[in-house]
Antibody, heavy 122, light 110 residues
């Protein structure tokens, strides 16, 4: 059974960098899947942040691309998120997920981590 | 504002049927498969439907999905109190080059 667990600071100061890690268990991160980050600000819907393949190929939400770096560490079966120059608008529940993409289909997110809350405040 | 539009809330009685709509455009739902997710309070989102109408192993057949044009629908029959959750639709958007989701629908079973 594949499980994902997010970890990282729950409080980040404005203008600093938000860093989170997702640890994957029950499956090798080098299998033929993409791995992604999604966030949900309070009272709002889900927002895809970005995705990465085990080769390191990344796909970023254009609205966040200039501040975003997603990386993968196959040796630790982890992938990570760094979001620079954060503001209060980046306050959200951050989730990681496996993205299943098959030929001829669009893909879907399964499973998800439980999520970790991040607040941007001084 | 979310790219995909869902009703913010719905309510229905136990045992009844409910449908949750998800409206998009030709750049997303109109040209891509839709997936649906359930988020119970305090838990990780769970995949309910993928490829418009397919259920993962373990998802009861009370849950169904359909798509027509630029809209998709999640149906839940035989409502149970345990179905009280937030439900989200999602797909890829060609114009935005991004995965997009609906704003979520809070289902109350009363």
């Amino acid at each position: 059974q594949v499980q994902l667990q997010e970890s990282g600071p729950g409080l980040v100061k404005p203008s600093e960098t938000l860093s989170l890690t997702c640890t994957v268990s029950g499956s090798s991160i080098s299998n033929n899947y993409y791995w992604g980050w999604i966030r949900q600000p309070p009272g709002k819907g889900l927002e895809w942040i970005g995705s990465i393949y085990h080769s390191g190929k990344t796909y970023y939400n254009p609205s966040l691309k200039s501040r975003l770096t997603i990386s993968v560490d196959p040796s630790k079966n982890q992938f990570s998120l760094m979001l620079r120059s954060v503001t209060a608008a980046d306050t959200a529940m951050y989730c990681c997920a496996r993205i299943v993409v098959v030929p001829g289909a669009t893909g879907w997110f399964d499973p998800w981590g439980q999520g970790t809350p991040v607040t941007v405040s001084s | 504002q979310s790219v995909l539009t869902q009703p913010p809330s719905l309510s229905a009685a136990p045992g009844q049927k409910v449908t949750i709509s998800c409206s998009g455009s030709s750049s997303n739902i109109g040209n891509h498969y839709v997936s649906w997710y359930q988020r119970l309070p305090g838990t990780a989102p769970k995949l309910l439907i993928y490829d418009n109408n397919k259920r993962p192993s373990g998802i009861p057949d009370r849950f169904s999905g359909s798509k027509s044009g630029t809209s998709a629908t999640l149906g839940i029959t035989g409502l149970q109190t345990g179905d009280e959750a937030d439900y989200y639709c999602g797909t890829w958007d060609n114009s935005l080059s991004a995965w997009v989701f609906g704003g979520g629908t809070k289902l109350t079973v009363l």
